[in-house]
C-alpha cells in the first residue's frame, strides 16, 4: 500500500475526502480532469463546481437535512463549511453563491500543504491503492469503461436536469413580489403570481413544447426529485399546481389573495443580480425555454445567464459492490465515493466523501474502524448504500426513512424529529470518542 492517497475526481466528495484526509495529516493526490477534459454541464475549472441547483437543501432545524449538514459540521466539513460562508438566502434552505463556494473550496484544496493537486485526466483505476474514485455521474469514457470492467457490471443510470438562471436585472418587479412560504425567511424568493387562465395557457404551451430528443438506444429514466417541468405536466393539468407551483403559503401582500399558481425565483448570489427558476428543472429546447417562459408574470422579458438543460447520470450498483468502508469487497484498497455510488444530492455526496476518508486514514495507520451508527444520518445513509438486500437500487436523498430508531413510534412528527435528531448526535458524538475520528490540531 502507498505511503499517499490516490483520488480522482475534485467534486464535492472528492473535495471533502481529500480535505478530511489532509487535515488528518495523510498526504493526498486529487485528480482532476477539468478543464483538460470538459464535461456537459462544468463551466469552470473550480473544484466542487455545482450544475444543477445552488441548494444544499433544508436547513431547518430537526429536518433530515439539516441533520446530516450538522453532523458534518461536527467533522469541520470544508464542503458545509463552505457553504455557510457563502450563502445567500433562501428561507428554510442552505443555498450558496455558487462561483464563491467554489472558488473558496479551490483556494483551500490548492493551498493545502498535504494536497498535492493535478489538473489531468485519469484513465485508468491505478493498481496499488489506497484510491477514492470520486468522478461523478460525468465519469469520462475512458475511466468508466474501467470501472465497468473492475465492477463487472455495466452502470446504473438515470436523467438529470437543470434549471434555467435569468438576469435580475431583465425581470419586472411591478409584476412579482418577495416573500418566503409560510413567513418562513425574510422575504427570501421572488415570487411571480398566476390566474387560472394564465396557468391554463401556461401548461397547454408547456405540454405542446419541443423537447430535445432522446438517442433511439436511451430510455428516459429520472431521479423522481429532479424531474423535468414538461414531464410533471404530462402527468395531469394541475401536477405542478400542486408541486413546484403551489401557491399555498404565499399570499399575495396587497390583496392578500391566494392566487392559483405562483412561480419562485431564488437568488444566486448575495448580490442578487441573477435568479434561478427553483424547481424548472426542463429538456425544452433553447428557444421554446425563452418562449414558454416568458410567459410567467414578471418574466416577459427575461434575459436568461443559463438556459435549463439535461444530462445522464450513471452510477455503480453500490450495495452488490462495496462494503461498509465503501471499499470494493473484491478490490481491497480500493474506494468509491460520492454520486457514482448512488446517493443523490449535494450533502449526500459529501457525506460519502467523508466517510470514505475517514475509513482510508484508519487503513493507512493500521488501526480498526468501523462506520457510523445507524440512529446517525451518515450511519444511515452508508447502510442503504451498502446493504446487500436493497435488491432494486435507486439513487436516494437523506430522509428520517432510512433510520432504524424505536422513535419512529412517536406520532408527533416534530417530536419525533426533535428526538431522532437529538439522539443522532449524541450517538456521533460517542462514535467519534471511540473511533478516534476527529481531527488531531497537531497532524
Same mark, same amino acid.
Given at each position: ?15 471533502e ?21 470538459? =464535461? ?22 430537526? #429536518? ?6 450538522e453532523e ?6 470544508? +464542503? ?10 433562501a ?15 479551490s ?6 500543504p ?10 485508468? +483505476? ?10 461523478g455521474? @460525468?465519469? #469520462? ?28 436585472? #431583465? +425581470? ?25 387562465e ?13 423537447? $430535445?430528443?432522446? *438517442?433511439?438506444?436511451? *430510455? ?6 429532479c424531474?423535468?417541468?414538461?414531464? @410533471? ?39 442578487? !443580480? ?7 428543472? !426542463? ?36 450495495? =452488490? ?11 481491497p ?10 446517493v ?11 466517510? #470514505?476518508?475517514?475509513? $482510508? ?24 448504500? !451498502? ?7 435507486q ?24 428526538? +431522532?435528531?437529538r439522539?443522532?448526535?449524541?450517538s456521533?458524538?460517542?462514535w467519534?470518542?471511540r473511533?478516534?475520528?476527529s481531527?488531531?490540531?497537531?497532524a
Amino acid at each position: 500500500m502507498k505511503d499517499y492517497l490516490t483520488i480522482v475526481g475534485a467534486g464535492l466528495a472528492g473535495s471533502e475526502a481529500a480535505w478530511q484526509a489532509a487535515e488528518r495529516g495523510i498526504h493526498v493526490v486529487l485528480h482532476e480532469m477539468r478543464p483538460e477534459r470538459p =464535461t456537459p454541464v462544468h463551466k469552470t475549472r473550480n473544484c466542487a463546481e455545482l450544475v444543477c441547483s445552488n441548494s444544499l437543501g433544508s436547513n431547518l432545524p430537526f #429536518s433530515a437535512p439539516y441533520l446530516l449538514k450538522e453532523e458534518l459540521r461536527r467533522f469541520d466539513s470544508l +464542503i458545509i463549511s463552505s457553504a455557510d460562508k457563502h450563502s445567500v438566502p433562501a428561507g428554510g434552505a442552505l443555498a450558496v453563491d455558487r462561483e464563491k463556494f467554489s472558488q473558496h473550496i479551490s483556494e483551500k484544496i490548492r493551498n493545502h500543504p498535504n494536497i498535492t493537486f493535478k489538473c489531468e485526466e485519469v484513465r485508468d +483505476i491505478p493498481e496499488d491503492g489506497p484510491v477514492i474514485i470520486a468522478t461523478g455521474p @460525468l465519469t #469520462s469514457p475512458a475511466l468508466s469503461e474501467k470501472i465497468s470492467s473492475l465492477t463487472g457490471q455495466e452502470y446504473l443510470y438515470f436523467y438529470d436536469a437543470l434549471s434555467p438562471i435569468v438576469d435580475a436585472s #431583465s +425581470i419586472d418587479y411591478s409584476r412579482a413580489f418577495f416573500a418566503s412560504r409560510y413567513n418562513k425567511g425574510e422575504g427570501d424568493y421572488l415570487n411571480c403570481h398566476m390566474n387560472k387562465e394564465e396557468y391554463d395557457r401556461f401548461i397547454r404551451e408547456l405540454k405542446a413544447a419541443e423537447k $430535445v430528443p432522446f *438517442k433511439a438506444f436511451e *430510455k428516459p429514466l429520472y431521479f423522481e426529485g429532479c424531474m423535468p417541468i414538461e414531464e @410533471l405536466a404530462m402527468r395531469g393539468d394541475q401536477t405542478l399546481a400542486f408541486g413546484p407551483m403551489k401557491p399555498v403559503g404565499l399570499p399575495h401582500p396587497e390583496t392578500h389573495a391566494i392566487s392559483h399558481a405562483v412561480v419562485q425565483l431564488r437568488r444566486e448570489n448575495r448580490e442578487g !443580480t441573477a435568479f434561478n427558476l427553483v424547481g424548472f428543472q !426542463t429538456k425544452l429546447t433553447y428557444p421554446e425555454q425563452k418562449r414558454i417562459f416568458r410567459m410567467i408574470p414578471g418574466l416577459e422579458n427575461a434575459e436568461f445567464f443559463r438556459f435549463g438543460g439535461i444530462h445522464r447520470n450513471t452510477f455503480i450498483n453500490a450495495p =452488490t459492490l462495496l462494503n461498509q468502508e465503501l471499499e470494493v469487497r473484491k478490490r481491497p484498497g480500493i474506494y468509491f465515493a460520492g454520486q457514482i455510488i448512488g446517493v443523490e444530492g449535494y450533502v449526500e455526496s459529501t457525506a460519502m466523501g467523508l466517510l #470514505s476518508a475517514l475509513s $482510508v486514514v484508519k487503513r493507512m495507520r493500521g488501526e480498526s474502524y468501523s462506520p457510523p451508527p445507524m440512529e446517525t444520518a451518515l450511519g444511515s445513509l452508508l447502510s442503504y448504500v !451498502t446493504d446487500r438486500r436493497n435488491a432494486n437500487y435507486q439513487p436516494m436523498n437523506i430522509n428520517f426513512g432510512l433510520f432504524l430508531v424505536k422513535e419512529m413510534k412517536i406520532r408527533d412528527k416534530k417530536q419525533r424529529n426533535q428526538k +431522532i435528531a437529538r439522539n443522532a448526535l449524541d450517538s456521533l458524538a460517542a462514535w467519534m470518542d471511540r473511533q478516534k475520528v476527529s481531527i488531531d490540531p497537531a497532524a
